[in-house]
């Protein structure tokens, strides 16, 4: 019994001891600039509170893949609504979406944000002017036939990736498919993100045409902004 006992109370302590998680002090070296120290005492953080919203948080901040943190944050604000930084997760969704011109998502989060967390200070930083039209990218196929750079009104938004090798993979296999293909940066919170276009359009008609061969052709879903 006495056994049993301390068995118990080990498991409660342990419970409590992976419970008490503050990552502020790590938030803040990462504005400082020290993220290699914040990535060491992370590893140490999540060996034993890798299910704790506050260390999925952290994770999602730490990575560079724009996806890959999106998923992250997400997790974070359905999975643990009530947590520190559930607000603070969404808001990250929503700037990630409204940056890659994905302005109906965007709008959901922003809206969504409002319903369950009405006192956050992130709220202020939603007020932005929301295109009608989604512009995210991709390509033609005569890409070559345009003469003048003035006539390109359109492009595609194929990817967006926080690894500036996948997006170098991503554009050399458009270009060895005689598709022309560039790579942008746009910064998402602290994340730095290369994103790949693919296709120069005279007309959205010849965008939006070309949406289904993308997807049949690359398995990629793209999306149609301005060309600039």
Known sequence: MKILVFILASLISQTLF??????????????????EEVQTDFRILKIKNSHHPDVIFLEAVLTEDGEKAQKLYELVYTSFPNSKFADAALFRNFSYYYALGLYKKATELKNMLAKEYPNSPYLKNTERNYPEV???????KDP???????????TI??????????AEDLKRNFI??????????KTVGN??????????????????????????????????????
């Open 18 to 35: 992976a419970q008490k998680v503050n990552i502020i002090p790590l938030l803040k070296k990462i504005e400082n600039g020290k993220i």
């Open 134 to 140: 989604d512009e995210m990218i991709l390509v033609d």
């Open 144 to 154: 070559y036939k345009i003469k003048n750079k003035s006539d390109i009104k359109f």
């Open 157 to 166: 938004q194929a990817g967006a990736f926080g690894n500036a090798q996948n």
């Open 176 to 185: 060895a498919k005689g598709l022309k293909s560039r790579i942008t940066s």
């Open 191 to 228: 994340l730095q993100l290369k994103i790949v276009d693919v296709g120069e359009f005279t007309t959205r008609e010849k965008a939006e045409k070309f949406l289904t061969t993308l997807q049949k052709d690359f398995g990629i879903k793209g999306h149609i902004k301005d060309f600039e």
